[in-house]
């Protein structure tokens, strides 16, 4: 393990010895009371994380199969989708190649969204569904989601759906408070798990929404994972290694103690942000609505971001990430999210200092 490349990257996030350790335990049958035991083990504090009352969901997929299920499941007139970033701006393509009408509404990058905007278009009555995605991983910028779910609260019939792949668990995040219909995360980021698991909760109107759809498939159908999940089961097999592990985080975070869980992000956020501002570079997101569990960092120096990443993994054993999209080599990111530590960070900063005159 320790000859490994550690990852810094936004996700897949490095993940601890502890983890892989838990993932090991002996398999067991989907339909067991051993599966029953696990997913009851687990659910209350899902349910505390997710700040809701609500049966919390595990599938087995990535995030996207629930952000793609949200829409199978909850759009009959139109879904407006936020758009900002990589992440958000797939979204409303997703929409379509679902055969759903959508609109984007569309910022540039590094533009946090406007929850007047939203209550512009909504107005409209157009628009049944909103996607929105609370801290967009490829800009570094996290989003104002209470502030955003306010305003669609104002419209009774408008589903919100809120991806936090990137900011579960990072800061405060109450479902059934801000009245959001399906939120969602996804394993291999703020989790620091492997990927393939997807969690998330869905509100009384979204299950009633997507009781009046037809053609929710099965896979990602809401309804299916509702019954099944009376019996504390999934409706297919899932991935019950990675669930395992869920089980391991789960308790790591309660260990921990969530309050505590915020403040390490926080405070190991705000050492990436001293270090960019000694060093001269500047931030991608706006002050006042930058991620705390990543950061953007504009390439204002103009360096070598491929010859950094290079260096990085050569001679430190670090994946470095080096910028997302059309803002690669424009921009890169460093990762705090997952399990991360002052010294494991500090040691990432180290590297870079290191690496940083060769570029
Ligand atoms: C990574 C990411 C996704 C996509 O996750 P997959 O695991 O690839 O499905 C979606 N949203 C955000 C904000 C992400 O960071």
Redesign the pocket.
Known sequence: MSEHVRLHI??PVEISPATYEAMATPMIGHRSKDFVALYDDIHPGLQELLGTQQPVFLST?????I?EGSIRNLVKKKVLCCCS?A??DKWIDVARRCGKEGEALQYEWGTPVDPADIDAKLATGEFDTVTF??????TGVMNPLAEVAAVVRKYDDVCLVV?????FTVVPIEFDKLGIDVLLT????ALALP?GL?VFTVSDRAFDRASTIDDRGYYFDFLEFKKNQAKSMTPSTPCIATIYGLRHQVKQIFAEGIEARFARHEKLNNIVHEWIRENGFEFFAPEGFRSKSLTCIANNKGIDVAKLQQIMREEHKIQLDGGYGKIKGTSFRLSNMGDETEETIGNLLNCLDAALPKV
């Open positions: 936004p996700g997929s990535s995030a996207w199969g952000m970033g992440f958000s995605i609370h801290n967009e991983t490829s991806d936090t792949v990137s900011s996804g394993s291999q980021k990927p997807a």
